[in-house]
């Protein structure tokens, strides 16, 4: 699903604010840059009401932010919806016991990590990060947020790279993206 094709008035103004910055961080990759978008406080604030009336009455108890930038758009909805925000971190940044995930990305490997009991079994969850491309980065969030038991409703995007099929690679778990780019 894609709020990019129901016509939505915020959707172009949102679009326009976001830039691209060729060949970053490696050659071939054309960056999409959200701190442009969060610069202009209209455009921000429409890209939260956005995913706040999609997400407001879907009884989802945790939000997972993926990092940086799922640190940006994931807490404002986790308040806005009720809901603890649960962050998914990079290798050794969070103190304490944690369970990990490897994957591969666009442009090399990652791991992601989440601190042990920040998400119950049965818990509904939201998984949120800027941008899907090849879809590595939200497969290793659904695996871990289900291997502590959660059921993850929905994964939401601000940017989809539609050319790079990352949507497949989702297990069949529905993507909310607001802009698409080619």
């Known amino acids: 699903m894609s709020a990019c094709h129901n016509d939505d008035p915020r959707i172009p103004s949102i679009k326009s604010k976001i830039r691209v910055v060729p060949n970053f961080p490696k050659p071939g990759i054309m960056f999409q840059d959200v701190t442009t978008l969060l610069l202009d406080p209209k455009a921000f604030k429409d890209t939260m009401d956005l995913f706040i009336e999609r997400y407001k009455n879907k009884n989802i108890s945790v939000v997972a932010g993926i990092e940086a930038r799922g640190f940006i758009f994931g807490p404002p909805i986790a308040l806005a919806i009720g809901a603890k925000f649960v962050p998914l971190r990079k290798p050794r940044k969070l103190p304490g016991e944690v369970i990990s995930e490897e994957y591969t990305l666009e442009y ?11 998400v119950e079994p049965n818990e509904r969850a939201l998984v949120v990060d800027d941008l899907i491309a090849t879809g590595g980065t939200l497969c290793a969030a659904i695996n871990l947020l289900e291997r502590a038991g959660a059921e993850v409703v929905e994964c939401a995007c601000l940017i989809e790279l539609p050319d790079l099929k ?17």
Do not use: N
């Open 108 to 118: 090399g490997r990652d791991c992601l990590e989440m601190h042990i009991g920040a």
């Open 166 to 182: 990352g949507r497949d690679r989702l297990k069949g778990k529905p993507l909310y993206v607001l802009v698409e780019s080619h």
